[in-house]
Every structure is written in C-alpha cells, then in structure tokens.
C-alpha cells in the first residue's frame, strides 16, 4: 500500500515562493504517475500538475503554467512542486496522488493519496 505524506505548505505574500515536497512510503515508487492536486474552500478539488516515472513528461493545469514546476527524485522516493510567482487564488490545500500510467487529469484516476498540507497567499 502506499503512502503519502505531503509537507512545505505555510503562509506567503504574493509574489513570494514556497516549495512542496510528497514523501511515498514505497520501494516501487519509480514505478507510479505522480500528481498535484489542490481544494480550495468552497471549491472542487482541481488538477495542479502530473509527471510520468521518468520525470520525462510533464502535465499543468493553465492556471499554473509557467509559475510552477513539478519534478521528481525516485532515489529519494519524493515528487516536489514548486511554486513561485504565488497569487491570493492559489491558496487551498494541496494534496499529492499517486497512480499508475497512464497520466490523468482527473482526481478518480488516482489510487493514492496524501493528507494534504495548506498553502495561504495574502495580497
């Protein structure tokens, strides 16, 4: 079974930068399709950003396009997503999912998920 746990989520002013890192639990991690999921109040839970095993594909949701970065390192069997340039909207919890290929936008798609950690962006 894996395991997510998601950590780096905090308070940040707009413009500023924050760093989210998914520790898996999971010896076959190199194995899995990652992504980035995130709910804020009051609203549906939407696709962030995904990656395929290798690290070699990589998938965003408009709204994030070209602020955010989503990578991996299997040796250490974590997914990072970086976020700069960080507006009042992208506050909500992000949550960490795992599944495998292939890649998919859509929440139901995965198998795996982590406990979410909150990120907060003041105008």
């Known amino acids: 079974q894996v395991q997510l746990v998601e950590s780096g989520g905090g308070l940040v002013q707009a413009g500023g930068s924050l760093r989210l890192s998914c520790a898996a639990s999971?010896?076959?991690?190199?194995?899995?399709?990652m992504g980035w999921f995130r709910q804020a109040p009051g609203k549906e839970r939407e696709f962030v950003a995904g990656?395929?095993?290798?690290?070699?594909?990589?998938d965003y949701a408009d709204s994030v396009k070209g602020r955010f970065t989503i990578s991996r390192d299997n040796a250490k069997n974590t997914v990072y997503l970086q976020m700069n340039t960080l507006k009042p909207e992208d506050t909500a919890v992000y949550y960490c999912?795992?599944?495998?290929?292939?890649?998919?936008?859509?929440?139901?798609?995965?198998?795996?998920w982590g406990q979410g950690t909150q990120v907060s962006v003041s105008s």
């Open positions: 999912a795992s599944r495998r290929a292939p890649m998919s936008r859509l929440g139901g798609g995965y198998d795996h």
């Open positions: 990656i395929n095993w290798s690290g070699s594909m990589r």
């Open positions: 999971e010896r076959t991690f190199s194995t899995y399709i």
